[in-house]
């Protein structure tokens, strides 16, 4: 027969500890849920097929992220802008950021793709500067916020280090939508910009940090069980 005799101090103790360890693990359970149905989410965006984006920008028409976009018209190469990035293999460079003017009058910017240092001087890569009406198929992007410890920008040279859409669009002398389509993989003529840069990465961890934090409430208790058959307040 089991006997038990808990002592009131170190019940104390461990009712909140319990709670707290348990109570971070459900959260990490249901952060989990959450991270998995966004990645579900922005995966079925990459696959669907391409919606022309008049129609995602409609009044009224929900603009999400990673959405497959298609848009027709004329890119603006003088007033192109660079966003530091690296690209294969860590080669230092720029995406090629350029306004694109739509049938409608409407403009977007353009993350056209990867061009190494070398070749950041549009002269360069004169072949890729396609001149006339294009399609192009891309990726929805919304814009960023500066952190912290994200370097200043710098406008005269026309080098960003974060996808602030509004600021890119001011330096470009253009009044651009609230976003940015990266373009897919289609090559150039030329071969730059290298297209198809998006990057999915969502850390999910969240499994981990549950076990993690189950774990510790199980080795609460397991302590908390030995103390009371060593005083012996615990038989069997």
Known sequence: MIRFRPLP?????????????????????????????????????????????????????????????????????DREQYLFAQGPGGAPGVHVLTPLVQHNGDIVLVDRGFVPDELRDPLRRKTGQIEGELSLTGVLRLPQHPGLFTPANNPETRLW????????????RVSAAPLLVEADATANPGGWPLGGQTRIDFPNDHLQYAITWFGLALALLGVYLVYHHSRGRLTF
């Open 161 to 172: 280090f974060i996808k602030d859409v509004g600021a890119i669009a001011k330096a470009a």
């Open 9 to 77: 101090i170190p019940t104390l103790w461990l009712v909140p500890g319990l709670v707290l360890l348990v109570g971070l693990g459900s959260w990490q359970i249901e952060r989990l849920h959450e991270k998995e149905a966004l990645i579900a989410s922005v995966q079925a965006g990459l696959m669907a097929p391409a919606v022309a984006l008049p129609e995602v920008l409609k009044p009224g028409g929900a603009v999400s992220e990673y959405r497959h976009v298609r848009l027709t018209g004329h890119l603006l190469h």
